[in-house]
């Protein structure tokens, strides 16, 4: 906020993502307010409160359109609004196409590694130029000057940015890829490689987490574009714009009033589903979806009670797994595999009154995600690739205790800052195994001094952080482009 006033005076703030930060939902007792599983609207929300704007979003709730005004608008948060959420309304058609389609069964399997074959189909790829091509309608509509700053979000959205450069010209476009980029010989299987470059390139500034996407990036576009790069300045030249392409790790909130823990954290955990008091426990929290490793997680469990026979029955697994993307055959897959394993697990190692892992595949709201952040001994983050992962910085953040192990994947963006967790290999079932026994058997001094220096880095490089760095950045972009017109 700071930042805006300061550095970007009277410049609006309009922020575009697929996913709304606020969902409305018809049920038996009426219509509820629900706030969607997902890193990127954890992330932007706080900013978005913050700093006032407007957020453009499609409107997937089954209640959405009734609480909208004659504009599509809803002022949130509902409680204290502080900003305008604008709804695009979306057809089922154009969100087979270019949400189910070519978002998620092209560009997600391609950027990610994960061992998945992209999907792309021509009409796909027109659903998601329409689609497209209607958001930047949408941001024209609300953009009440030519020169807001836009703030781009995701895979959804790659062609976005120049569509709206070529309306607004001096808009500042911040477009922020929240999943891996992979290198150049992945990217080209992409049949419409050279558009989604020019299309990103319509961005001031392009960020991802890690230095490696933005290299990866920079790289494809030296392969399939012609222009001019500047890999010390990084800065792309094409098309007469020029585009920053740089690294921003995105993190959280950090928690408000952390309240100390007197009491056993786990208490309601451990009442609601009968672990008793001397069995230890691990967690997973994600969405269910193939890019995060869940089976080989449970995999490495497998191998972890093979090789350490006496830890069978004093280790519960518990699982939250918020159904995604059920539409889509990848996942339903999925969800049957991780059945199976499941089973075959907790029947392998399973007794009277003893299930090793507990399966919960259904949403649950942050405030319960809070509880079992704070009654784990080990929370494990094995994702096969991952852009940054915000579990891990939850867990941690959770953690006033100091207390608590983080197992964490070497392929997400967020081992290159939670140093002191135990890194693995997801791919790696018994090193994996071995850092479950390592965690289980840490002394209490190195548990606190590791959790004590990651929540030192998540506290200080938290969302707040992130979007500061874009925005400083953006505010020397404006004002060089200043001076060059006055020289
Ligand atoms: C995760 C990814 C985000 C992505 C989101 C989409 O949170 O990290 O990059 O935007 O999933 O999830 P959705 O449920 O909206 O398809």
Redesign the pocket.
């Known amino acids: 906020q700071k930042i805006l006033a300061d550095e970007l005076p009277d410049t609006e703030v309009i922020v575009v993502?697929?996913?709304e930060p606020y969902i409305h939902e018809k049920t038996p007792d009426g219509v509820v307010l629900r706030k969607?599983?997902?890193?990127?609207v954890s992330a932007l929300e706080p900013i978005t409160r913050t700093c006032g704007g407007t957020w453009i979003a499609h409107g997937g709730g089954s209640a959405d359109r009734e609480t909208v005004d004659q504009q599509d608008h809803v002022a949130v948060p509902p409680e204290d609004p502080t900003y305008t959420l604008r709804r695009v309304w979306l057809s089922e058609e154009e969100l087979k196409g270019y949400?189910l389609g070519f978002a998620?069964e092209g560009m997600w399997p391609l950027c990610h590694i994960a061992f998945t074959r992209p999907i792309f189909r021509a009409a796909d790829w027109d659903a998601y130029q329409a689609v497209n091509r209607k958001f930047a309608d949408a941001v024209i509509a609300e953009a009440k000057s030519d020169r807001p700053i836009v703030l781009v979000?995701?895979?959804?959205f790659a062609l976005l940015p120049r569509l709206i450069r070529e309306r607004l010209p001096n808009a500042i476009i911040i477009t922020f890829w929240?999943?891996p980029w992979p290198n150049a010989e992945v990217f080209s299987i992409c049949p419409w490689r050279e558009q989604i470059l020019d299309g990103l390139l319509g961005s001031s500034i392009l960020g991802f987490h890690i230095q490696l996407h933005c290299n990866n990036f920079t790289e494809s576009v030296d392969r399939f574009l012609e222009s001019r790069i500047d890999r010390e300045g990084a800065a792309i030249s094409y098309k007469g714009g020029t585009t920053l392409v740089h690294a921003y790790p995105i993190s959280i909130e950090w928690p408000k009033k952390p309240k100390f823990i007197t009491t056993d954290p786990s208490r309601t955990l451990r009442d609601r589903h009968g672990i008793p008091d001397d069995v230890k426990i691990a967690i997973g929290v994600e969405?269910l979806d193939y890019t995060k490793g869940v089976l080989d997680r449970f995999h490495a469990l497998d191998e972890f009670f093979t090789q350490h026979s006496d830890w069978i029955g004093r280790l519960v697994f518990l699982q939250i797994a918020a159904p995604?993307?059920s539409d889509l055959p990848a996942y339903k897959l999925l969800h049957e595999e991780c059945l199976a394993l499941v089973a075959e697990i907790n029947d392998r190692y399973g007794t009277d009154g003893y299930q090793p892992i507990i399966l919960l595949d259904e949403h649950h709201t942050q405030e319960e995600l809070a509880e079992l952040y704070r009654a784990a001994d080990i929370c494990v983050v094995s994702s096969l690739h991952?852009?940054?992962n915000l579990v891990a910085k939850e867990f941690v953040a959770s953690r006033d205790d100091e207390r608590g192990v983080l197992i964490l994947s070497t392929f997400a963006g967020a081992s290159r800052e939670l140093l002191e967790a135990l890194i693995v290999n997801p791919f790696d079932p018994s090193s994996m195994g071995e850092a479950f026994f390592h965690a289980l058997t840490m002394p209490e001094g190195e548990m606190r001094e590791r959790m004590q220096r990651m929540r030192e880095v998540v506290r200080s490089n938290n969302v707040f952080r992130w979007a500061g760095s874009m925005l400083v950045d953006a505010a020397r972009l404006r004002k060089r482009a200043a001076l060059t017109s006055a020289s």
């Not at 969607?36 to 990127?40: D, H, I, K, T, V």
């Not at 979000?153 to 959804?156: E, G, N, P």
Request: a positive charge; charged letters at 25%; proline letters at 5%.
């Open positions: 993502s697929n996913r969607p599983a997902s890193g990127l949400y998620n979000q995701d895979y959804h929240h999943i969405r995604s993307r991952d852009g940054m």
